[in-house]
């Protein structure tokens, strides 16, 4: 199919991982917040996670993407 | 339930997220130019996204919080459903029968089963698989619905309409590919809301160590986490925490209550096969892989989360009853949900409780039976002397803490509320509402393909063009999904719907392996030995069942029912057709059903003559088909390699956690 799935993933993985690092890093301050997650600002940590994820699935699309376009696999008979 | 209040971070990721997978949608639309584009995705994706669909089809919703509730109840031996079912039962999907669904090039599976054997067992196999799809979205949707009303407080309707209006949009524009992408986004979206739930109720626990110390005390006192409804039961300390000794010493001694033979045959062989290698839901997704090979490494593709998944479906469940033996900061197992009619019984109960002055056991004795649910003494009593100063919503708050029963179901959600702040609170609640729906978006892409290529090409409209199959399946999907949301209803309104419907399931789906094991290795079986054998199996589980109960269980619509309407009271029913658990009796259902199918068809065979040629039966039976050769990939490809490996894989983990 035309569209390489890893774009829509890394696409939405890194605006995600984006809006939890910044959002952890803004709640940071916030230790009633985070008492839930054991004191560990967990937004921000796995925010982190998941945008070296995004960032991964994207570079390999791009990669993919720069390649000429693959030859068919055809089975061989 | 607790409420939940989500911030301006958690509906900005659920927004994010629902805007990505109409976007698929609308990006797949230029691509769907036929109706195999858009039924079989035109036979044109890699295997790793194949693979991670194939799982993620599987792992809705309702495996996840299905899993994580055993993962409370019955402890690591829940692992069995993965490490004896799901993989063994994936490498022989993808080493010997894969080949034939794909070589074959039967757009379904009931086509396959036309290919091979004739129209009749076509027919009953697509009319049972359409109505079991529907259903099984129709589940999901409700759960799904349920699941935001009682959480967030959203409208039941609205939630149920808006949810199936997101999937209706991205699998019309973009039909099995949609799907498909969208499962592999929803896979990550799991795995990444969850593992740092997993994370953090494993630190909260203390680590592994500790975690098996703390089982050891839920085994040594099952009755007071309400986990038995025996008080005097007690286990080996091992119970929870290992996966075969309690299974070898008997159904007394694990808390499933069910023999190694059931375990092994009923799940291993009869269940999982069945589900794994004959369901369309899940093969539809190695059938629109690019090429055979890709096809066959789907499954294997598929298995390697498949065995890691345990930690985070399983593990979950086994932490909530660890923190709950302790009562660790409050926590216990989530009570049954309280509604409103019963709050109506309940509370009149308890002022009657306190005008008699009674107390303790009698006060909680008398609230039960008004509200149908068991009471904890304790806090009725502690209710009862804060009673005249507490408002009507304080007292329901409190009645609803004094529930004793567990809701399992709630398991999930108990931890994601206990361990997640807000922003990861949306990550998780996204992965979750992500399975709801690709639960229905799976189910209602299986339904289209086969009403539109086994059903209506089948036998309503035959030679018509492409282009008028593409439009069929186009109306299919939105009466799909219309049907899915008839079914949700029907579901929620009448609460035996589900239990009868996950029976039929299980009648319908026991024996079908035997058909297929028979049809794709022997040449002999016959179309009339094939029919009638399915339709015996299916009748033997439907007898089964009405004979057969478990214990603790009152006759009627959970087993035994022939007895309740010859009027044979429980007392004298045989004891041996009594088993231990309802899983016991549901494996050793499955085991009788497949038995007796695999038999009658043997037999009809021998007796009826062959109507397929040897040259018609190429590419669809084992011996007439010219052996595929492996020999041209590169050997840590071969399907057969990997399938070792995997097996290898499988035996050492079950040999850890023994």
Redesign the interface.
């Known amino acids: 199919m035309g569209l390489d799935i890893r774009w829509p993933i890394g696409l939405l993985f890194s605006l995600v991982g984006v809006l939890l690092v910044g959002y952890g890093a803004v709640t940071g301050s916030d230790a009633e917040l985070y008492r839930r997650s054991l004191d560990i600002n967990i937004n921000l940590i796995w925010g982190a996670v998941l945008l070296v994820f995004g960032a991964f699935m994207l570079v390999l699309a791009w990669r993919a993407s720069r390649q000429p376009a693959e030859q068919p696999v055809v089975d061989k008979k | 339930m607790q409420d939940v209040q989500l911030g301006f971070?958690d509906y900005?990721?659920l927004a994010?997220?629902v805007i990505?997978v109409i976007?698929?949608g609308f990006?797949?639309k230029?691509?769907m130019k036929s109706s195999s584009d858009f039924l079989t995705?035109?036979r044109?994706?890699p295997a790793w996204?194949t693979g991670l669909a194939f799982i993620s089809a599987n792992l809705g919703a309702l495996e996840l919080v299905g899993m994580t509730a055993s993962g409370a109840k019955y402890g690591i031996a829940t692992s069995h459903f993965y490490w004896v079912g799901a993989i063994p039962a994936m490498i022989f999907l993808a080493v010997f029968m894969m080949p034939f669904y794909y070589g074959s090039k039967a757009r379904s599976v009931p086509e396959y089963l036309k290919l091979r054997f004739d129209e009749r067992t076509r027919c009953l196999n697509s009319v049972s698989f359409a109505v079991m799809t529907l259903f099984a979205s129709g589940i999901s949707m409700n759960a799904l619905a349920k699941l935001l009303n009682q959480l967030l407080g959203w409208n039941y309707d609205i939630s149920l309409w808006i949810c199936s209006a997101v999937v209706l949009v991205y699998v019309l524009k973009g039909g099995l590919?949609s799907a498909i992408?969208t499962e592999?986004?929803q896979f990550?979206m799991i795995v990444?809301g969850f593992a740092?739930v997993v994370y953090?109720g494993l630190?909260?626990v203390g680590g592994w160590n500790t975690l098996t110390h703390k089982l050891a005390q839920v085994a040594q006192q099952p009755a007071s986490l309400g986990l038995t409804g025996d008080t005097g039961k007690v286990f080996n300390a091992d119970a929870w925490s290992s996966a075969w000794k309690p299974l070898l010493a008997g159904p007394a001694s694990n808390p499933m209550g069910v023999d190694w033979f059931a375990m092994l045959f009923g799940l291993g062989f009869v269940l999982s096969f069945g589900y794994w290698c004959t369901n369309f839901l899940v093969v539809q997704r190695a059938m629109a892989a690019?090429?055979?090979?890709?096809a066959r490494r789907t499954p294997l593709i598929a298995a390697v989360p498949k065995m890691i998944f345990p930690v985070l479906v399983i593990l979950p469940g086994m932490i909530a009853a660890a923190l709950a033996i302790t009562a660790k900061d409050g926590y216990r197992l989530p009570p049954k949900t309280l509604d409103s009619a019963i709050y109506a019984k309940a509370i009149p109960a308890l002022k009657e409780a306190a005008t008699k002055d009674l107390s303790g056991a009698a006060a909680a004795q008398l609230v039960s039976d008004a509200a149908g649910v068991k009471m904890l003494p304790d806090k009725i009593d502690a209710l009862l002397k804060a009673a005249p100063t507490l408002n009507e919503k304080e007292l329901k708050h409190g009645l609803q803490n004094a529930v004793a029963e567990n809701n399992y179901d709630g398991v999930i959600l108990s931890l994601v509320q206990?361990?997640?702040?807000?922003?990861?609170l949306g990550?998780a609640l996204t992965g979750l509402l992500a399975s709801f729906m690709s639960g229905m978006a799976g189910n209602v892409t299986a339904f289209n393909t086969v009403w539109t290529y086994d059903l209506y090409q089948a036998y309503i409209a035959r030679n018509r063009s492409d282009a008028h199959y593409m439009w069929m399946g186009r109306c299919i999907t939105v009466v799909g999904i219309l049907l899915s949301i008839v079914c949700a209803y029907l579901v929620s309104h009448w609460s035996n719907a589900m239990d009868i419907i996950q029976l039929v399931f299980g009648f319908v789906n026991a024996p079908l392996f035997a058909t297929f094991l028979l049809g794709m290795f022997w040449a002999r079986t016959t179309g009339t030995g094939a029919f009638l054998g399915l339709l015996g199996g299916t009748l033997t589980s439907a007898l089964f069942h009405s004979l057969t109960s478990a214990a603790g269980n009152a006759l009627g619509i959970k087993g035994g029912y022939l007895w309740s309407l010859m009027g044979v009271k429980l007392t004298d029913v045989p004891h041996r057709l009594i088993f231990p658990s309802d899983m016991a009796q549901n494996f050793w259902l499955a085991s009788f059903a497949f038995t007796v199918c695999f038999v009658l068809t043997l037999v009809i065979s021998l007796a009826t003559r062959r109507t397929k040629t040897d040259e018609e039966l190429k590419g669809l039976v084992y011996s007439l088909t010219p052996k595929l050769k492996d020999g041209?990939q590169a050997w840590y490809l071969r399907p057969a390699v990997l399938g070792v490996v995997l097996l290898a894989c499988c035996v050492v983990l079950n040999l850890i956690f023994w």
């Open positions: 971070i900005a990721i994010i997220y990505f976007g698929i990006a797949l230029r691509y995705s035109g044109s994706i996204v590919t992408y592999v986004l990550f990444l740092p953090l630190r909260d690019r090429n055979m090979s890709a206990r361990y997640c702040p807000s922003g990861l990550l041209e």
